[in-house]
């Protein structure tokens, strides 16, 4: 078929696909499609979105998704951003029958990402944010230095998954969580105390920050702001420990509290923690959404009027998306197989469940949607991942014994807190700032909460001396090895450690 000719039969087959998409009551966005050769596709990929900005960590992960794809090892064949109007970009080479299920997967997770709650925060038009934010960073490197530049943002980047989305509702969180109480903090251009801040007060009164730019993170750009310690100092009052809770967002932290940072170097921050925040409920809700994306386009492609050849094709590509893996889960898969069994299970209840749940039955299509609504992964797997999914499909939990990987428990309650287990803080180290001021010298003091899984040391040392460059005073770690408490420093110079 001519590229024209094809490009018309795919037009005609996204109408086709949006109206049963609607039948079904999938709720979406305005989608745009574009079709794009394989290098852009990875760009996209490696970056995450494609008017990020440059650094050298996206072309790395370029060469990598890159290289699988040449040596037919993995293949992206579409990438959807969440924005509104929604972006889809589709793989050049997709056939006709694989750029209609791509279609009908992508409307799927545009559903999720206008519905979930997890997404309700997130801002719909980054696309042009980031942009913005890029140009940003490109004029930080005209006027102080790419180099000097670079060197700061490796550092952001490597605590970039230190946020916390959930920030505003936390009992340590919200916008004077380990900040200045309101009688505490500078009032205008003077301080309650008598004595204006260390630094000044840059912010005018209005909600705005140096540069007069009025963002909807207000919050984040009173970053000049000093504890006003002229009070303390007449009334002989002991100052409020800075921060009152532990702070488990590190960036904010930093961004409000670093003394020695530059006013670019507090924008770079900001940047890559709203970039941060905005990948986070994507990483949190992984395996519903792709779960939710292949039960929904097979429901669609079913519906549609599908040669033998096409149908045999859409099989054969089908079920190499939701091939299980003995080394990891495959979230198409797993996500697929617990919609279903929810909707079984919520159609067709037991007589216990019945009586129990007070669960009439015909209910299924009502209860996925409900809990695509509501649900994260954790949560998704906690409350649905049952007994009868981990013995059909054989789950298991698994670690390294010597030189050799062992199966270690199969038992449906060990494998579901297994799980759950690795998807907390979406599988990062759960890290919090204790103290900001430690030992009255300015440094940063910070503990691990440590639930079973010990830090790599390796990696530890290694990301020290980057807290260190964005903090500008020594650091302090405090963790749990072998189940005995060791505190980590690293003074500019060297790391060392000391057992408590």
């Known amino acids: ?21 609607k039948k079904f009551n999938l709720d979406f966005y305005n989608m745009y499609f574009e079709i794009c050769p394989a290098d852009i596709i990875y760009s996209f990929g490696s970056y995450g979105m494609p008017t990020r900005f440059s650094h050298w960590t996206f072309g790395k992960a370029y060469h990598k998704m890159k290289t699988q794809y040449d040596y037919n090892l993995s293949r992206i064949y579409e990438m959807v951003i969440n924005t509104d109007p929604c972006y889809a970009f589709l793989l050049e080479g997709n056939s006709l029958v694989q750029n209609k299920m791509v279609i009908a997967h992508v409307l799927a997770h545009c559903d999720f990402f206008k519905n979930n709650y997890y997404f309700s925060r997130t801002s719909r038009k980054m696309v042009e944010s980031m942009s913005v934010a890029a140009d940003r960073i490109r004029s930080y490197e005209f006027k102080y230095g790419r180099d000097k530049v670079e060197s700061f ?27 200045r109480t309101s009688e505490q903090s500078c009032q205008g251009h003077s301080c309650t105390g008598g004595k204006c801040c260390q630094d000044g007060c840059r912010q005018d009164g209005r909600g705005q920050n140096d540069s007069g730019r009025t963002t909807p993170y207000d919050d984040l750009w009173d970053l000049d702001k000093r504890e006003c310690k002229g009070k303390y100092e007449e009334t002989g009052e002991e100052a409020i420990k800075i921060p ?52 929904w386009h097979m429901r669609i492609m079913r519906e549609m009027d599908l040669n033998e050849d096409e149908a045999l094709e859409f099989a054969k590509t089908h079920a190499g998306v939701i091939q299980p ?111 900001g001021d430690f030992g009255k010298r300015g440094e940063i003091y910070l503990k691990h909460v440590h639930e079973g899984t010990d830090l790599d040391i390796y990696y530890l040392e290694r990301t020290l001396p980057h807290v260190y460059k964005v903090w500008g005073r020594a650091v302090h770690l405090e963790t749990v090895v072998d189940g005995k408490r060791v505190v980590f420093t690293y003074n500019g110079e060297k790391t060392s450690k000391k057992f408590i």
């Open 1 to 21: 078929m001519h590229p024209q000719e094809e490009i018309k039969v795919l037009e005609k087959s996204i109408e086709e696909i949006t109206t049963i998409a």
């Open 244 to 295: 009152e809770h532990p702070e488990k967002d590190l960036l904010f932290f930093m961004m409000n509290y670093g003394r020695d940072l530059q006013e670019w170097q507090r924008d770079i921050i900001s940047i890559v923690r709203e970039e941060m925040l905005y990948f986070w409920p994507q990483m949190q809700t992984k395996i519903m959404n792709e779960g939710w994306a292949t039960y």
């Open 153 to 179: 943002l490796d550092a952001v980047i490597s605590l970039q998954q230190n946020v916390d989305p959930e920030r505003h509702i936390n009992p340590g969180g919200g916008k004077h969580s380990g900040r």
């Open 325 to 435: 893996s003995k080394y990891h889960i495959n979230p198409y898969f797993l996500g697929l197989k617990i919609f279903e069994d929810i909707e079984k299970r919520w159609d067709n209840p037991t007589a216990e469940e019945k009586e129990r749940y007070d669960r009439p039955g015909g209910e299924g299509k009502q209860k996925i949607f409900e809990v695509r609504e509501t649900e994260n992964d954790i949560s998704f797997i906690r409350n649905y991942l049952t007994r009868d999914i981990v013995e059909e499909y054989d789950l298991y939990l698994y670690k390294k014994v010597g030189y050799d990987w062992k199966v270690t428990d199969k038992e449906w309650e060990s494998v579901r807190d297994g799980l759950v287990a690795n998807l907390y803080n979406c599988g990062f180290p759960y890290i919090v700032v204790e103290d």
